[in-house]
């Protein structure tokens, strides 16, 4: 089944404790991307990545890092999370990025908590 | 600077009343790809429609359907007899340039009571 999968599901952590969400597309897509979901903010891009080895900064790139070693992953680190990291986290892929930008599809979503 | 608007930020419904969801859009790109996806209350988010710059054709499908203006920069979405499934949020986004990066709007939550 075409998916993309996210772990943890949900976390719930302490300030400044190192976190990962791990992210993986099984679809081939060469286009990653993060999200994080805020209430009466909607949806904004952490970072995304056009292909293995590519990344760059999205709306709200402050205090996450990302890394694309292989096509299939690309997970998310909070090197030392805080309480304004507290959110919905969602990783997407599509086909491509940028030219004829196919339909992003999105993974279950993590809930985060930072105390 | 793009950017998507849903003015309505909660509407309410009785089931089988049509309703439409508001999007209007800000791009300087000639090229641009708008959609919408859905968020049920589950917490998923599901892929609806991609409509590009070039395509001003409505569309429809089963109860949905898209009214695409490039005159009011403006892409609509209708559900015609509306059922209580189809409670959700509802988010407009916008791809314009190169990078492919989806703008989100905040989204416009339906609720649909029997």
């Known amino acids: 089944e075409a998916q993309v999968t996210q772990n943890p599901r949900y976390l719930i952590t302490v300030t400044g404790k190192k976190l990962t969400v791990t992210c993986s597309q099984n679809?081939?897509?060469?286009?990653m991307s993060w999200y994080r979901q805020d209430p009466g903010l909607g949806l904004r891009q952490i970072y995304y990545s056009m292909n293995v080895e590519v990344t760059d900064k999205g709306d709200v790139p402050e205090g996450y890092k990302v890394s694309r070693k292989e096509k299939r992953n690309f997970p998310l680190i909070l090197e030392s999370p805080s309480p304004n990291q507290t959110s919905l986290y969602f990783c997407a892929s599509s086909l491509s990025g940028g030219g004829l930008a196919y339909e992003q599809y999105f993974g279950p979503g993590t809930r985060l908590t930072v105390t | 600077a793009q950017k998507v608007t849903q003015a309505q930020t909660e509407i309410s419904v009785v089931e089988k009343e049509d309703v439409t969801l508001d999007c209007v859009y800000e791009?300087?790109?000639?090229?641009?790809?708008l959609f919408w996806y859905k968020q049920p209350p589950s917490g998923e988010l599901v892929f609806l429609i991609r409509?590009?710059?070039?395509?001003?054709q409505n569309e429809i499908s089963g109860r949905y359907s898209w009214n695409f203006q490039k005159s009011t920069s403006s892409f609509n979405f209708t559900i015609t007899a509306s059922q209580v499934v189809d409670s959700a949020v509802y988010f407009c986004a916008l791809v314009g340039g190169s990078q492919g990066n989806l703008i989100f709007g905040k989204g416009t939550k339906l609720s649909v009571k029997p």
């Open positions: 679809m081939n897509h060469e286009y």
């Open positions: 409509r590009n710059s070039f395509d001003e």
């Open positions: 791009t300087r790109d000639t090229t641009y790809y």
